[in-house]
């Protein structure tokens, strides 16, 4: 079974926190199934944008798990939030979390190239 949306980027900030990481979110959307978009700003001018993998990066061991594919890489704010607004008129449901974490770690799972 798949945890919901909000669930999800609940345990995400609280582990970013616990981390001694800043999260915070920028954006609710659907509390159930709501896609999660994460950027990672490195704090020093550039962020990485993260959205959810294709269906081709799922198999049946993540089957129920959420993976993630990195977008965008070391761009300026200026394109994540380009990118975001036209995720955002296909679906307005998404959510956006933003972490800010100078070692730049990611802590979700990330799917394999």
């Not at 609710?28 to 990672?40: D, F, R, T």
């Not at 049946?60 to 993976?67: M, Q």
Request: hydrophobic share 45%; net charge negative.
């Amino acid at each position: 079974m798949r945890l919901t949306s909000e669930f999800w980027v609940a345990a995400l900030v609280r582990r970013c926190f616990g981390e001694n990481a800043f999260a915070a979110v920028v954006s609710k959307g659907s509390e159930q199934a709501g896609a999660i978009y994460i950027v990672l700003d490195r704090l020093d001018g550039t962020l990485d944008l993260f959205g959810p993998a294709p269906q081709s990066a799922f198999d049946d061991d993540n089957a129920g798990t959420r993976l993630f594919e990195r977008l965008l890489e070391r761009v300026e704010r200026e394109a994540i939030q380009a990118r975001l607004a036209s995720e955002a008129r296909m679906d307005p449901d998404i959510w956006v979390v933003e972490i800010e974490d100078r070692e730049a770690r990611v802590f979700w799972d990330l799917a394999e190239d």
